[in-house]
T-cell receptor
Framework: GAVVSQHPSRVICKSGTSVKIECRSLDFQATTMFWYRQFPKQSLMLMATSNEGSKATYEQGVEKDKFLINHASLTLSTLTVTSAHPEDSSFYIC???????????FGSGTQLSVL | RKEVEQDPGPFNVPEGATVAFNCTYSNSASQSFFWYRQDCRKEPKLLMSVYSSGNEDGRFTAQLNRASQYISLLIRDSKLSDSATYLCVVNGLRDMRFGAGTRLTVKP
């Protein structure tokens, strides 16, 4: 079945550094990918929708310059957390629909810890 | 008003109990509906799609009411392994929206 691969699974970094998270659709093309953040004991919060060939659409309250999204190809989207701070520590997860209106396939998530 | 709202929970039930979750959505143009299950610090996994005619998969039954704009999930004969957070997902024309999730704990 369709698979979404997300790397890395865990990152520990110093405050001020940038962290890149990759999300790949392994056996299907994803023109759209979704990026979420989840704090402990809270639900997934949609951060942005990544669109291949065009700019990402960010949710209200999400800083575009802080969370850079690049959808370089039909199988790869990246999220870069720039100048990370401790409050950015969270579980980040991507997903992609197999086709329009189809169920989502999720990456396995990235636990980011900023010291 | 949130686009997708779920029962806040938590639900703490004994093994063998029947438990039901509801989820309402605000966008009448929503086209597809799903229930996902998420274990702690894991990615959500599809539990079942929700169809207008209702659908059943073993102990799980999902229903959709378009007129009232809600979906439901019924779990019969709860097992300890059913303990998780259950998310309803509603797919509009361009994106998918998640409910806040309902935490279920099944106790011996």
């Amino acid at each position: 079945g369709a698979v979404v691969s997300q790397h890395p699974s865990r990152v520990i970094c110093k405050s001020g550094t940038s962290v890149k998270i990759e999300c790949r659709s392994l056996d299907f093309q994803a023109t759209t990918m979704f990026w979420y953040r989840q704090f402990p004991k809270q639900s997934l919060m949609l951060m942005a929708t990544s669109n291949e060939g065009s700019k990402a659409t960010y949710e209200q309250g999400v800083e575009k310059d802080k969370f850079l999204i690049n959808h370089a190809s039909l199988t790869l989207s990246t999220l870069t957390v720039t100048s990370a701070h401790p409050e950015d520590s969270s579980f980040y997860i991507c997903s992609a629909p197999y086709t329009t209106n189809e169920k989502l396939f999720f990456g396995s998530g990235t636990q980011l810890s900023v010291l | 008003r949130k686009e997708v709202e779920q029962d806040p929970g938590p639900f703490n039930v004994p093994e063998g109990a029947t438990v039901a979750f509801n989820c309402t959505y605000s966008n009448s143009a929503s086209q597809s509906f799903f229930w996902y299950r998420q274990d702690c610090r894991k990615e959500p996994k599809l539990l079942m799609s929700v169809y207008s005619s209702g659908n059943e998969d073993g102990r799980f039954t999902a229903q959709l009411n378009r007129a009232s704009q809600y979906i439901s999930l019924l779990i019969r004969d709860s097992k300890l392994s059913d303990s998780a957070t259950y998310l309803c997902v509603v797919n509009g024309l361009r994106d998918m929206r998640f409910g806040a999730g309902t935490r279920l704990t099944v106790k011996p």
